[in-house]
């Protein structure tokens, strides 16, 4: 009978990251030269690495994504696991996993991450096997390896489901925010347009959304009204 001797547990994290030019994806680059695509330029893919025995998935996605992006402390959520036989069978990729897996031709089932931050407070840096990271506008994101393209799709699809009904929209937004920027925040993410005035009129009915006795500094415009996210308001909403 088939056995799982030549199975591998991975996972593989979706960082998003979001400033007032839109909504970015952290991506690294391999060290290895030969992982190129097939028009010669170097591949990018997702934070992601194998799980190790002794841990569990979530302190597994902390631990990749720190390794790979020193980047840490910051929200993650399972979405989604990912086990098509062929995931890691392209030509492309196998080249790559020669050079650097003992037993490159083990099945890899992944489990993805989506992660939420402001890209004000983060300033990722490559470490391990990464030779590079970047932060990368989601509509510019090309060809990655393995299936991360459609991890990447999976993880947008979750962010979508989930801003409003878990609360995560305020992760992306810097601790004071406007409420332009939560709008334009909300428009960024779902894709769409809001009423300007309908959604003010709905974010000041949640408690949980805090006026601050402060204005925005610095800009050329007239300073608007600061507001931060109080968490321990939502059950009351």
């Not at 902390?62 to 890691?88: C, I, S």
């Not at 989930?162 to 920027?181: A, R």
């Amino acid at each position: 009978m088939p056995t799982n001797e030549s199975l591998h547990l991975s996972v593989d994290c979706v960082l998003f990251g979001y400033d007032d030019d839109g909504l970015k994806v952290l991506l690294i680059n391999q060290k290895e030269d030969s992982y190129r695509d097939g028009s010669g330029q170097p591949m990018s893919q997702l934070p992601g690495d194998l799980i190790l025995l002794d841990e569990g998935l979530h302190e597994a996605a902390e631990r990749v994504l720190y390794e790979l992006t020193q980047v840490q402390g910051v929200y993650l959520k399972q979405f989604h696991a990912y086990g098509d036989p062929n995931r890691v069978k392209d030509h492309k990729d196998r080249s790559w996993l020669r050079a650097v897996r003992t037993k490159p031709d083990q099945r890899v089932i992944t489990v993805g991450y989506f992660g939420l931050v402001s890209l004000h407070d983060y300033d990722p840096q490559p470490a391990s096997f990464a030779g590079g990271v970047n932060w990368i506008d989601i509509g510019d994101v090309g060809p990655l390896a393995f299936d991360h393209n459609t991890i990447l799709a999976g993880a947008i699809e979750a962010l979508q489901t989930q801003l409003e009904s878990h609360h995560i929209s305020f992760e992306l937004l810097p601790k004071k925010f406007t409420l332009s920027q939560l709008q334009q925040l909300y428009e960024t993410v779902l894709e769409k347009k809001f009423d300007k005035r309908n959604f003010r009129k709905n974010i000041k009915k949640m408690s949980h959304v805090v006026p601050l006795d402060e204005k925005q500094q610095g800009v050329t415009h007239k300073p608007a009204q600061l507001f931060s996210f109080n968490p321990d308001q939502i059950e009351h909403d």
